[in-house]
């Protein structure tokens, strides 16, 4: 597995809903609902205003908008300007989604234009008060919740100091940090900002009795079983919750979560994202946008077609083996971009003044325009919108061997953009390191994939594609 994460990662922008002891059960419940209350009542004020009453249709838009809005984002840690600004960009493609809906069945028609484009306003309007309301009760819905949870650290390492950080830092959280406990001497120790050493391991079941501690985070090393075997038959007679913190040094965990096997409890290490009913959003996601796109672009397409074949004599389309999901073999679609169709056991990247390069190619690649054929290779299922790039089948038996974790990628099916080429990776990898650079990123995306990923991958992608020129 790949040793470094990307300096940027993807969960920066994929928004988790904090959970377990960290979240926080009435705040969270409060979140949840809403975004899809406020754009519902929203939408209510506005059919009652402008039609006079509350009509059929409305109702019937409102449980779509619902529906496809629930459950609400987490936004109480962001920035206003952020807020605003997120508010916004998901407002954007609910808008999107529900205006091809609408011309597709035909039913806007049900609906007065001045009432649309009235709520295409107010509702962003109505959720941005909704959340800076929630900011201003937060605190009184806290103190309904009774007094602060006091936890405890056990392991003044590097990751149980980053989990301390993370504790102070949130905004809005009912866990009171009272320090760490750890056997180690005070020169091994790491420093952690205004969090105490309280003591060493044999003191931790009296302190916690006594302090009466809701919650122990265990942040030893795994090397360490026996030292947590003690801990845990010494904190058998507390009523303390008790959590591990993974040590993140000895494994890279990817979409780790819990569950079970014939009854028997594991704890995933490596794993698809798409497992479930994010399969399900993956998949559908894929043939909406695509749909969407190949009838935008039609046009393009037929012209774009007749140009390749106006250019250079040889096939429209050239199909090139790659490995897809599960590593296994799929042909993908592009516009001919060279003289070769070359897909044999060696094939040599495209590099800046390629000879093989046609000069109507050479503009399809610089402006991406190549690769649109593969909207077909995401309605077959072989692709998704956005995922990793898929890489030609010789040069994949090549890096396998090179870099750690680099089949990990084809756990999910490969992408027409990805987090990578959004952040500085597209093209040529002349270099093992960019090469290294891209499976991080990859990798990156896989731990933190979202619907609200995606599309900020695809927006990014359309603004890149427009002034990049890394790709030959």
Not at 21 to 45: C, F, H, K, R
Not at 166 to 184: H, N, P, V
Not at 265 to 285: D, L, M, Q, Y
């Amino acid at each position: 597995m790949a040793e470094a994460n990307p300096p940027f990662s993807a969960s920066t922008v994929s928004t988790a809903r904090s959970s377990g002891p960290l979240g926080n059960n009435m705040l969270s419940a409060v979140e949840t609902i809403l975004d899809p209350a406020a754009l519902t009542l929203s939408l209510w004020l506005v059919s009652a205003s402008l039609e006079g009453e509350l009509l059929p249709p409305y109702l019937i838009l409102a449980v779509i908008v619902f529906s496809i809005t629930f459950p609400g984002t987490s936004r109480l840690q962001s920035s206003i300007k952020g807020l605003v600004i997120d508010v916004i960009y998901s407002w954007f493609w609910v808008v999107l989604l529900l205006l091809f809906l609408g011309f597709a069945t035909g039913y806007i028609a049900q609906f007065s234009s001045q009432a649309l484009i009235t709520w295409l306003w107010i509702a962003p309007l109505t959720q941005i008060g909704a959340h800076l309301a929630l900011r201003t009760t937060a605190p009184y819905l806290l103190m309904l919740q009774g007094p602060p949870q006091r936890a405890i650290i056990v392991g003044m390492n590097e990751q149980g100091v980053a989990l301390a950080s993370r504790i102070q830092e949130t905004r809005y959280s009912k866990i009171e940090l009272s320090g760490f406990f750890d056997d180690r001497d005070q020169s091994r120790l790491h420093q952690a900002g205004e969090s105490q050493l309280l003591g060493r391991l044999r003191e931790l079941p009296g302190f916690v009795k006594n302090k009466r501690i809701q919650f122990i985070y265990l942040s030893l090393p795994m090397a360490s079983q026996p030292r947590i075997l003690h801990v845990l038959d010494e904190l058998k007679d507390t009523t303390a919750s008790i959590y591990f913190v993974p040590d993140m040094f000895v494994t890279d965990l990817i979409q780790g979560r819990s569950g079970a096997v014939c009854g028997t409890p594991v704890i995933s290490v490596c794993e698809s994202p798409f497992t479930g009913s994010n399969g399900i959003i993956k998949r559908a996601s894929d043939i909406v946008l695509s749909l969407l796109i190949l009838a935008l672009i039609s046009p393009l397409l037929l012209l774009i077609a007749a140009a390749v074949k106006l250019d250079s004599a040889g096939p429209i389309i050239f199909k090139q083996r790659r490995y897809g999901l599960d590593g296994e073999e799929i042909l993908v679609y592009k516009f001919r971009s060279m003289r070769v169709c070359e897909d044999g056991g060696v094939i040599r990247q495209a590099q800046k003044d390629d000879d093989r390069v046609t000069r109507f190619g050479a503009f399809l690649r610089r402006n991406s325009l190549d690769e649109l054929p593969q909207f077909v290779n995401v309605l077959q299922g072989r692709m998704s919108i956005v995922g990793p790039r898929p890489h030609a089948v010789a040069h994949n038996e090549i890096y396998r061997n090179l870099i750690k974790g680099y089949m990990i990628r084809h756990k999910v099916k490969p992408g027409i953009t990805g987090w990578a080429q959004v952040n500085g990776y597209r093209g040529e990898t002349r270099t093992l390191d960019k090469m290294q650079a891209r499976i991080d990123h990859d990798l990156d995306y896989l731990r933190n994939w979202s619907l609200r990923l995606d599309l900020h991958i695809i927006v990014k992608t359309i603004v890149i594609v427009l002034k990049d020129r890394a790709a030959y």
